[in-house]
């Protein structure tokens, strides 16, 4: 009687770890390449056997993470908070954020899996079962708002519910009349930077931003010197027109990626178009100009939103305590991780702000910010930029396979990410041509240190 007993409470136990006792053993990484872009993955592996997953933002470097390894080594994974603490220091925005967030991740991996509870529990439990996602859509090269409205079209019929789409001032670049910069610029932009604007299809490399091309492709939106004259106005109009006379009023739209101009041209372009019924308008400026995003709210009846290259959640509150935003839109490998989305979230509910989650990533960055989506109430939906990559999801073994089954991820069970093992077989047909090798040594960083206090 007594061993049946013991027998049935071991079943409810989880024998293959003893969190308390779990240390962080090594990190070693693998570079993939087009999942949908340069996806840095992260192995953290533990004296109990049992590995994390992670993996840096995309199109950003392993560095990021590796740097991390010495501070890291020989502590317990499940004390994620404390980790977090040690390694927030070395992120930054954008990709900078990558390897403090990517390592993070993999923590909570680790926790979950030791501990036997998914991620979205250790985050205080989830608000719903399945994640609405979006498909970020762009049609390449020259085309017209009916072509959009076509792509997007297509996308309902495979049962998105919600709809983004990228639209720019590079459309009008050969349209005589619609805009104006210093001359010469224009010409300029389309020798340099046409392939860094254009980069939807894949992922921004290095030969793309070099030189010249990063010089142009770096100038702030107000400092370009561009501006959108009234025929540029009608063209932009029109093609918003021509998209809803496509896909409809009753699915909400989006706008991306529209382009680097002052704030004032962007304001003229929001009123234009704001009886099309527009979901948010995206990235519009520098996030980090604030009275920018102030100005432009105050101007036009569309939300407006930005996040994605916002690291720790602290750094979005002067744009929601000024009224700046209606969307946020961080990315999980960029923001420090689970937690800072939570908290962001939480600091959503106070200002009455909206979160939309960015996600270009493997499967591992898609299950962390679908983990995250279930946890946060405030969220309306994950970006999803994998579509069109067949061999995407089998990258992760153990998740839904398509994940993303008429709109929508089902939230998983099992602990941490969900992930029993990534394909390795898979993974060595991607190797990133620039950044050879699969989870090889990373001895050289093992006595990477400074005096990491950043007081006296
Ligand atoms: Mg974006």
Redesign the pocket.
């Known amino acids: 009687m007594e061993n049946t007993l013991k027998d049935k409470l071991s079943e409810n136990i989880n024998i293959c770890s003893n969190p308390s006792e779990l240390k962080i053993t090594d990190i070693r990484v693998t570079n993939i390449n087009g999942a949908p872009k340069h996806c840095p993955l992260i192995k953290i592996y533990t004296n109990q056997g049992i590995v994390g997953y992670g993996e840096v933002r995309d199109a950003s470097s392993a560095t990021y993470a590796l740097m991390l390894k010495s501070r890291i080594v020989g502590e317990n994974p499940c004390n994620v908070d404390k980790l977090f603490r040690r390694i927030k220091q070395f992120g930054g925005h954008s990709r900078q954020g990558g390897g403090v967030s990517g390592i993070e991740i993999a923590l909570w991996d680790l926790a979950g899996k030791a501990w036997g509870v998914p991620l979205w529990q250790m985050l205080g439990g989830k608000f719903r079962d399945k994640i609405r996602m979006y498909a970020d859509t762009d049609v390449d090269g020259k085309h017209t708002g009916i072509d959009m409205g076509k792509a997007i079209k297509k996308r309902i019929d495979n049962g998105y519910t919600f709809a983004k789409m990228d639209l720019g001032i590079e459309l009008m670049l050969d349209e005589p009349g619609c805009l104006n910069a210093p001359l010469g610029f224009l010409d300029d932009i389309k020798k340099y930077s046409m392939k860094a604007i254009n980069h939807q299809k894949g992922s921004i490399d290095m030969d793309m931003m070099m030189g010249k091309n990063y010089e142009t492709f770096t100038i702030p939106h107000h400092a370009t010197g561009i501006h959108i004259t009234q025929k540029g106005l009608d063209y932009l109009e029109n093609y918003i027109r021509e998209v809803r006379s496509v896909i409809g009023y009753e699915i909400p739209l989006a706008i991306?990626?529209f382009g680097h101009v002052s704030i004032e041209d962007c304001i003229m372009f929001a009123k234009r178009i704001e009886k099309y019924n527009i979901a948010w308008i995206?990235?519009i400026a520098p996030w980090h100009y604030t009275s920018h995003f102030v100005k432009m709210a105050n101007n036009c009846n569309i939300p407006l939103c930005t996040g994605?290259d916002i690291y720790l959640a602290e750094n979005f509150e002067p744009l929601l305590s000024s009224g700046g935003v209606g969307v946020v839109h961080p990315d999980v490998l960029t923001i420090g991780g689970a937690l800072e989305l939570k908290k962001l979230s939480n600091m959503c509910d106070k200002y009455g702000v909206a979160m939309a989650i960015?996600m270009a990533e493997s499967p591992v960055g898609c299950m962390a910010a679908i983990h995250c989506a279930a946890a946060a109430q405030n969220v309306l939906a994950v970006e999803f930029h994998s579509t069109d990559v067949p061999w995407w999801n089998d990258l992760a073994v153990g998740i839904d396979n398509p994940l993303v089954v008429n709109g929508f991820a089902k939230v998983p069970d099992k602990p941490g990410l969900g992930i029993d093992e990534l394909n390795e077989e898979l993974i060595s047909q991607h190797i990133h041509d620039k950044y050879p090798g699969q989870w090889l040594p990373t001895t050289a960083w093992d006595n990477e240190w400074a005096n990491d206090r950043e007081w006296s």
């Open positions: 991306d990626h995206e990235d994605e960015h």
